[in-house]
């Protein structure tokens, strides 16, 4: 999987919006200026997030002096995954297969594809995974995977193993 810049400095910024939801002073607002000295990105790309971020209901802009961008919804409602389909990344299994159609127009495996079946159950997984990690368990660092368990693992005798 390739998570790309934007994917990645995007959710650094609602990170920092989410660390600000519960300033009072300033309504949980922070200005573009602020975000992109604190994640040393430009000012121009900071606020390219942010109004792609708004135009999907994630951020909203905040007028006034004390204004710049906050959250819509409280972090523990926003997934990474939600954030991340927003600004362009994980790929369906339809655009993986698109990409590798050698110099056809389409594969040539299209209606025979012994690979589809595992890129979607791994696009499927690494979704699931995405969709059920809310912004407000990365705050602290709070998120802890030591294992994740896809199914029951083969014993010795399946795997042609003996002890």
Request: hydrophobic content about 35%.
């Amino acid at each position: 999987m390739k998570i790309t810049a934007q994917e990645e400095y995007g959710l650094r910024c609602i990170l920092q919006l989410a660390r600000e939801e519960g300033n009072l002073e300033y309504g949980g607002a922070m200005q573009v200026r602020d975000i992109a000295e604190r994640e040393g990105l430009s000012v121009a790309y900071v606020e390219k997030i942010l109004w792609t971020l708004s135009r999907r209901g994630i951020v909203e802009s905040v007028r006034g002096p004390k204004g710049g961008y906050r959250l819509m919804r409280p972090s523990a409602e926003i997934s990474i995954g939600e954030v991340m389909r927003i600004l362009g990344g994980m790929p369906s299994q339809e655009e993986i297969c698109a990409q590798f159609t050698g110099n056809q127009e389409t594969c040539v495996h299209h209606g025979d594809c012994g690979l589809r079946p595992v890129w979607v159950s791994i696009t499927d997984f690494v979704h699931s995974v995405f969709d059920k990690i809310p912004i407000t368990t990365l705050l602290n660092q709070g998120l802890d995977i030591q294992y994740v368990q896809m199914g029951s693992r083969p014993s010795a005798a399946e795997v042609g193993q003996t002890s």
